[in-house]
């Protein structure tokens, strides 16, 4: 059954929080919704939850209505788990109470006591805290407190679990590590996952299809893919990885920079774009060369990463980032050429 959003909009006096927001997101899928702070992320997501009301608009769970201005069906008539980025356990109940806790409440009255007892174990399983099922949160990493989280919201075996920034109080290495998890439990529960994020690389990394919300509206929607390769305005661009939004003209499917270089796009470049004078090229679609036809300019800063050296490239006024591989190397001061690379390179 599909989750239906249909021209949802939420107002906090004279806040629009929301401003018409429809999406259809299919059972099963992996949706992050993604923004900047106060774009509207949570609040769609306690929409959804129903933990708040629409002040206009409708949300519906296949031909089930879950919300309008006038009706909110109650959160425990949802088949829905939330997991929030504070954990939320409670000091004194072991790892093993907290994940029984969601199948002792009336709603899950439908299952039998061995239903319930093969339920507990296998969220304990997915989530690898057999070890640990007798500690309590004190005794726990933020990690492992985190898997209890997910174990406790998956045990109930909802149809979507609501997840609100859950790896932002954990460390750097570890918030990448826990990505795994978290996809390997959308395998193996194949609930629809709702994720809200402010972290690009988390919603690039998990997600089948991305929400881009900007000031209560959506941006656009897509696969990372797209979202990433084909952004439709200037804010997808910038917030989605980084880009150079080169400045110059189109003339069909030729962008002039200052009349005379020339980049032939071969790509489909979105009509805002074209519109605006402007062509979004990713760090890692430049090429820098010594001679050839291009942006002239010169470098102005070099950092070493590894597998490449990430260049800041001065083109008359504007400033470009170019990824090279380590072996083109370059000088600070060095005069160059930035190439647009063809597609597929
Ligand atoms: N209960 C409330 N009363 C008044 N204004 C609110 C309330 N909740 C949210 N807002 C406002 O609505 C807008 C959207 O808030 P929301 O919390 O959904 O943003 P967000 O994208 O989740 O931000 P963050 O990433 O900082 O959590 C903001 O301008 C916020 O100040």
Not at 319 to 327: G, I, L, Q, R, S
């Amino acid at each position: 059954m599909s989750l239906i959003i249909n021209k949802v909009t939420k107002k906090f006096g004279n806040i629009i929080a929301l401003n018409n927001v429809s999406i259809e997101i299919k059972d099963g899928e992996f949706i992050a919704i993604l923004g900047p702070s106060g774009c509207g992320k949570t609040t769609l997501l306690r929409i959804i939850g129903g933990f708040a009301e629409p002040t206009s608009g409708t949300i519906k769970m296949g031909d089930v209505l879950y919300s309008d201005s006038a009706f909110n069906l109650p959160v425990e008539k949802r088949n829905l788990s939330m997991v929030f980025q504070s954990f939320a356990l409670w000091p004194h109940m072991s790892v093993r109470e907290h994940i029984e806790f969601p199948l002792k409440s009336k709603r899950n009255k439908a299952m039998g006591d061995e239903e319930k007892k093969n339920a507990v174990e296998e969220a304990i399983s997915w989530t690898g805290l057999k070890k640990l099922a007798d500690r309590l949160p004190g005794e726990l990493s933020g990690g492992q407190k985190q898997r209890v989280a997910l174990a406790r919201a998956v045990v109930s075996k909802p149809d979507i679990l609501l997840m609100d920034e859950p790896l932002s109080s954990l460390d750097a290495e570890l918030k990448v590590n826990m990505r795994k998890e978290i996809q390997d439990l959308h395998k193996l529960t194949g609930a629809t996952i709702i994720y809200v994020t402010h972290d690009q690389s988390e919603a690039l990394a998990m997600a089948n299809r991305i929400i881009i919300m900007k000031n209560g509206n959506i941006e656009q929607i897509g696969t990372p893919e797209e979202v990433y390769k084909k952004p439709k305005t200037e804010f997808v661009a910038v917030f989605v990885g980084k880009c150079n939004l080169v400045r110059g003209r189109w003339n069909q499917n030729i962008f002039y920079v200052k009349d005379t270089k020339i980049m032939y796009n071969n790509e489909s470049v979105e009509p805002y774009f074209i519109q605006r004078g402007m062509y979004p090229v990713r760090p890692e679609q430049f090429s820098i060369e010594r001679k050839g036809l291009g942006i002239e300019g010169r470098i102005t800063n070099k950092q070493y990463n590894g597998r490449e050296i990430h260049y800041t490239v001065k083109c008359e006024d504007d400033f470009y980032v170019v990824y090279e591989d380590e072996e083109k190397n370059f000088n600070i001061n060095e005069a160059i050429v930035l190439v647009k690379k063809e597609r597929g390179n």
